[in-house]
């Protein structure tokens, strides 16, 4: 059965989330230049 | 609670994009008066020549006042109304100077149609009993089509106008 095993115990901090931060910053890029895209759009018409 | 420092920033920078967009709504709505285009005045579909924008005579383009313009249209399964010009032709291409600021008031008689100046912000939704206005100032030359953007029926295609801006 799944979780029998020794419970690993790493604190949040000790975590790499580097791969993750970066995905998430590239996302949330994409969302302002879409919404900046968006507007200039508005703005040009 | 405990979060990762990675964690922070992006909650952060999360939470700040939803209170810039909330802020930016408020401002477009209660400062620039941004609404739906249909919010106020409702209209009778079934007499809609009871209110004046709508009687035969008022339909197209009309000059207010330098470079402000209204245009009145009645939307109908499948054709807008655009008028007729001074030798009694149907008006199917409103013309108006770059730079000019239009208003567009439009309602529909029957059901649901959509009412789009491809190329330009122009485009609202035309509903039976709501009359639906949308100001713009056409800043762009050019030939912009007309388009009914809801589909309404068989003859959904037909529906279109040119707005010639020069």
């Not at chain 2, 477009?28 to 941004?34: E, L, P, R």
């Not at chain 2, 339909?59 to 807008?80: C, P, Q, R, T």
Request: proline letters at 2%.
């Amino acid at each position: 059965m799944m979780g029998k095993g020794k419970p690993s115990q790493k604190s949040a901090s000790s975590f790499s989330l580097k791969g993750t931060f970066i995905a998430v910053m590239l996302l949330g890029v994409f969302i302002l230049a879409s919404w900046f895209g968006a507007y200039a759009l508005f703005i040009a018409r | 609670m405990h979060f990762h420092k990675y964690e922070k920033i992006w909650l952060i920078f999360g939470s700040g994009s939803l209170i810039v967009f909330l802020m930016v709504l408020g401002f477009a709505a209660f400062w620039k008066g941004t609404h739906p285009q249909s919010h106020i005045e409702t209209i009778d579909p079934q007499n809609i020549e009871a209110h004046e924008a709508f009687q035969a005579e008022n339909l197209g383009l009309h000059e207010v006042e330098d470079g402000k313009y209204i245009v009145n249209i009645v939307a109908s399964a499948f054709n807008y109304d655009l008028g007729k010009d001074e030798n009694g032709d149907i008006v199917k291409t409103i013309r108006v100077p770059k730079g000019s600021s239009v208003l567009f008031q439009i309602t529909t008689r029957d059901v649901v149609h959509g009412f789009q100046v491809a190329g330009t912000n122009v485009n609202m939704m035309v509903e039976p009993g709501h009359i639906s206005r949308f100001e713009t100032v056409l800043k762009n030359n050019g030939e912009f089509t007309i388009v009914c953007n809801e589909y309404c029926g068989i003859g959904h295609h037909l529906m279109f106008g040119t707005v010639e801006v020069y």
